[in-house]
């Protein structure tokens, strides 16, 4: 029997790693299908916070999960995000769900519903898919895992210059303390925290280019696919 040929590549690693830049620029690359389950988590916290839902009220929040269609679609070497068939790729990207969305990520029943929906959508395809846990919970036998990190300061800065490029008001400081925020709640939280799958290679990104660091991937994606010839 011929041997099934998939790559599935796990990206995880901290808030503003580089990982989404990477990502889209690899399955462009390779015509794989990426998928940013980050904004999967976005995408709910926006509705959680226009139906003035509190943070931690589980039950709610999941009934809603249940009647929201997220879909994530690729044009033109962009992935734009829907909720219940509206175009919000701009509006996930906001100051209010940035702060929101870790609270809402680390409820289980969010994230078991989260981790099925991201499991289907990488079945039988060659995909890249970004997160948290993605080498460790959604496809803990992904052909390629990788585990992105940076400084603080670093990742601060990167993102400073993205809301400057997009127009987003912002402080550096603030960003940072943000930021370092965030990681704690990721890495801190009971229910699949951030971390390293014990396989994953780790990437420091602080000194390289965006090149650089698709370059060494490609590298381990090239050897994936030599074995399977
Ligand atoms: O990568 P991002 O900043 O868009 O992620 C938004 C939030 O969702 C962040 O707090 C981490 C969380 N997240 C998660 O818990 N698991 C994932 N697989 C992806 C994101």
């Known amino acids: 029997m011929q041997k099934k040929m998939r790559i599935r590549v796990a990206i995880d690693g901290p808030a503003a790693a580089g990982k989404s830049t990477v990502a ?29 839902i509190p943070l931690d009220d589980e039950e709610k929040i999941l009934a809603l999960l249940k009647k929201t269609s ?30 929101a969305v870790s609270h809402v990520a680390k409820l289980p029943s969010i994230r078991e519903e989260m981790v099925k929906r991201q499991r289907e959508l990488a079945e ?37 210059e993205e809301n400057v490029k997009k127009g987003i008001p912002s402080d550096l400081e603030t960003l940072k303390k943000e930021i370092a925020e965030r990681d704690k709640r990721d890495m801190e939280r009971e229910h699949a925290p951030l971390e390293r799958a014990s396989d994953a290679v780790a990437i420091d990104t602080t000194n390289l280019t965006i ?8 590298t381990l994606i090239n050897q994936v696919r030599d074995q399977q010839l």
């Not at 898919?129 to 990167?158: H, Q, Y």
């Not at 090149?211 to 490609?218: G, H, N």
Request: hydrophobic share 40%.
């Open 24 to 52: 889209k620029r690899l399955a462009k690359m390779l015509s794989f299908v990426y998928i940013d389950t980050g904004a999967m988590y976005r995408a709910l916290t926006l509705e959680v916070l226009k139906e003035n």
């Open 70 to 99: 997220i879909e994530l679609k690729q044009q033109e070497g962009e992935q734009l995000v829907f909720v219940n068939g509206e175009d919000v790729t701009a509006k996930i990207r906001e100051n209010d769900v940035s702060k």
């Open 124 to 160: 039988n395809v060659n995909v890249i898919m970004d997160g948290r846990d993605i080498g460790t919970n959604v496809i803990p036998d992904a052909e390629v895992k990788v585990f992105l990190i940076a400084s603080v300061e670093e990742r601060a800065k990167r993102r400073y």
């Open 211 to 218: 090149d650089d660091v698709v370059e060494k991937i490609l």
